[in-house]
């Protein structure tokens, strides 16, 4: 019996996510350097902190973030920003690993649209990602105090999920733009580096009132005064409801502008006659 | 009235029409356009083994590139069993299979039956019906022992078979094989080649659009050949009618030692046409002309003083030397892009 076109790409979503892990799989290292990662990262952070204030907690950050919990704050932004830094080097990088390993012109020539196998490559990264940063909240839940109850779960949860709609929407624009410029690394350095200055991944932008305006544009920066909100502070709903509604506008926005910004951009690379160059 | 099987068939399975395509390269003011495909036209019916022979850089890999939907041409018209491919390429694409030279096309870190079955998901291919036809292919191209091991432990030509068995995976009714012996040693594509004609083309009556630059491999296989050169198809004829453009032509071919200036030789009494190959040290001069042993003596007076003579042989006119007859250019050489400011 003949498949319909939707059976065909679900079937296909399928197969690139059980290859992108299969891959994965046959590169263990990588796996256990990711892993530890995002830890090893935020412990100078985390020391650096403790050095300046002589503790956990400062009075000076509570005035600007609300929680003096010092520590607490820049871990949850270690957490958070490991969903969103995944989602730029996995699904950004993806089309380029293709292209890489002489597979991109064989995607590309099937009745299979590439933006079928980037969604395939999205819930992998998403379901490591996730299995990574459950990983990250049981260590600083044993050794750093914070406490994740389920009350605080499932609303963190539904802004993850939102936060990360609209990023894999800016990640499948991303994975366009690298199949035009054929460069990777030094555009998600600089992307990393924006994001850090631009939103409370590591320090509280109101510090500032360029980055604090600035961050209002950044869907993560929403997120993590949210879920720090959530967690640190037991914000009500009220503000929830406000961030949700500001997130789901932006995923709007991300996701459509990064649907026909892929289309016109991998048009254009066949055009030009690119599509399979490094 | 003719019946609507008939004039399915009717239909060529593949119909290129004043095909162009620039390519912009370099830039600011030393920006260039190069012309790759400059109105290539050619149809291929139903069932055939078509060559495509040409230069480095004549356009061969363009063109298979432009019908496989990879780019899209500036100019002109592809159409699949009369299907546009950019119109309709969910149909075109599902009809054809493609297959480029090199190794570094499949997922070496994936075994060759991983692999082939992420490509049969892209193609709609699932279950029990997918399984069945990747054993088959494995099979058919004695992959079956290897099957489960990662690709990266294949050989050249192994890789080469699994990207042969993926071309073929949602049996397509058009291959197209852009250069599929390149790079290979000789005992795997002896097996390529009678592969994609006994197999695919005779037993299967697959439409197969082959590129190469292989002379022999062209006239062993094809039943047609277009010349392409400089982005243009310059002729179309079977492999026996080539030969006989230049009639009553002999080719005297001579192994030397050293590189000889041949230009001289040109000035020869009966001489049309000369082409040399400098390849480890040894040069083969290849003359065309009416009677070899007229001129013989004068050839090898002219290259003994610069030369050591290897050996001296008279042939028949191969496609090579009916492509330089034709062209002025050897499919050995690199073809120099037609640029525009």
Known sequence: MAHRRWQIELGAIAAEFVKTMRIWFSYPIIMVYWAVFPLLWVLPYVFQGRALVGSASSEAFRQLTGSGNYLAFVLIGAMISTFVFSALWGVGNSLREETYWGTMEYIIASPTHPLVILIGKTLAEWAWSTVMVIFQAAIIALFFGVQFTLAKILPVLLLVVLLMIGFYGFAIAFAGFTLLIKEVHGWVHTLEWVFFLFSPIRYPVQVNPITAALSTLIPLTWALVAIRGIILLNKTEINLFQTVLVLALMDIVLLTAGYFLFIYLERKTRRDGTIGMH | ?341
């Not at chain 2, 590139?65 to 694409?93: E, K, M, Y």
């Not at chain 2, 299967?204 to 392409?228: N, P, S, V, W």
């Not at chain 2, 003359?287 to 004068?298: D, F, N, T, Y």
């Not at chain 2, 006119?317 to 062209?327: A, C, G, K, R, S």
């Open chain 2, 1 to 341: 009235m003719k019946d609507k099987q008939s004039d399915r068939l009717n239909i060529p399975a593949l119909d290129c029409q004043k095909v162009v395509k620039q390519f912009r390269r370099g830039r600011g003011f030393k920006k260039k356009v190069i012309r790759a495909l400059d109105g290539a036209t050619l149809t291929v019916p139903q069932g055939e083994l078509f060559g495509l022979l040409g230069p480095n850089g004549a356009g061969k890999t363009t063109l298979v590139r432009c019908i496989a939907t990879l780019l899209i041409p500036d100019q002109g018209t592809i159409r699949i069993f009369g299907n546009d491919v950019f119109q309709d390429s969910l149909f075109c694409r599902q009809r054809i299979g493609l297959l480029t030279s090199g190794e570094r096309t499949l997922y070496w870190k994936l075994s060759a039956r991983d692999n082939l079955k992420f490509f049969a998901a892209l193609y709609g291919l699932t279950g029990k019906q997918r399984d069945r036809r990747i054993d088959y292919l494995l099979d058919l191209l004695g992959l079956r022992e290897v099957a489960n091991e990662r690709l990266e432990r294949y050989s050249s030509g192994m890789k080469q078979k699994v990207s042969l068995a993926r071309a073929i995976l949602h049996d397509p009714d058009i291959l197209l094989l852009d250069e599929p012996t390149l790079g290979l040693d000789p005992q795997f594509g002896r097996f390529i080649r009678q592969f994609i004609k006994e197999e695919l083309n005779q037993k299967q009556g697959k439409t197969i659009l082959l590129t190469t630059h292989y002379m022999d491999e062209a006239d062993e296989l094809c039943a047609r050949i277009a010349f392409i050169n400089r982005g243009r198809i310059v002729d179309i004829k079977t492999p026996a009618e080539y030969k006989r453009e230049i009639p009553h032509k002999e080719v005297l071919e001579i192994r030397c030692l050293g590189q000889p200036d041949v230009n001289g030789l040109k000035n020869l009494n009966g001489i049309e046409q000369v082409q040399a190959n400098f390849n480890d040290g040894i040069t083969t001069v290849r003359i065309v002309l009416p009677r070899a042993e007229k001129v013989l003596s004068e050839v090898i007076e002219f290259l003994r003083p610069q030369a050591r003579l290897l050996g001296v042989d008279v042939k028949e006119p191969t496609l090579e030397d009916v492509f330089i007859y034709m062209t002025g250019t050897s499919l050995g050489a690199d073809t120099q892009e037609q640029t525009e400011d």
